[in-house]
């Protein structure tokens, strides 16, 4: 389950609006791609945030597979955003990257949120062994999605616009924050 891995692919990919929109506001054509396909993912982040934050061991094994579901055609269209938002953009522009900071702020939130409910909820989930193994692998899938994009993102900022660096890695401890909160609750 990589649900958790989108957490950083949301953050490089999340761009501008769409093609039209993105050239009028001079947005480059790959940076509109990546906001796309972030857009189409990040619709489904507060459905995993509701199963999450409703979820109780009640709910029985039924509940946990519902929610990997629900997580793994996010955890798809992650991966199909990492790997074109990834790819060589050419230069970025200062609206490129203030696109991306403006788009995957919301994003970042809606991941560290998700992250937080599931480490409270570790005692539903650990009630039901299978529940348990789906916490598990969505903040182990979180953590190495979001470590390819942020070395992704890092590094186009770094080559094309510095002074974004420090808001690039506020998001990201953010992240790594609430990354590392998990891990320690579930053990690992």
Do not use: W
């Amino acid at each position: 389950m990589r649900f958790i891995s989108s957490a950083l692919a949301v953050f490089a990919f999340a761009l501008s609006a769409n093609a039209v929109s993105s050239e009028y506001q001079g947005l480059s054509v790959p940076v509109t791609v990546c906001n796309n396909r972030i857009k189409t993912m990040t619709k489904e982040l507060p459905v995993i945030i509701e199963l999450l934050t409703s979820f109780t061991s009640a709910d029985g094994i039924d509940g946990g597979l519902k929610i990997y579901n629900v997580a793994d055609p996010i955890f798809q269209l992650m991966e199909t955003a990492r790997k074109e938002c990834c790819a060589d953009v050419g230069d970025i522009t200062v609206e490129d990257a203030q696109s991306v900071v403006d788009t995957v702020r919301p994003v970042i939130a809606q991941v560290v949120k998700a992250l937080d409910i599931t480490s409270q909820k570790k005692g539903d989930f650990d009630r039901l062994i299978i529940a348990t193994e789906i916490a598990q692998d969505m903040i182990k899938g979180f953590y190495s999605g979001t470590k390819a994009m942020a070395t992704c993102i890092s590094d186009a900022g770094s080559a094309h616009q510095p002074s974004f660096i420090p808001v690039i890695n506020d998001l990201v401890s953010q992240i790594d924050n609430a990354f590392l909160n998990a891990k320690k609750v579930y053990g690992f």
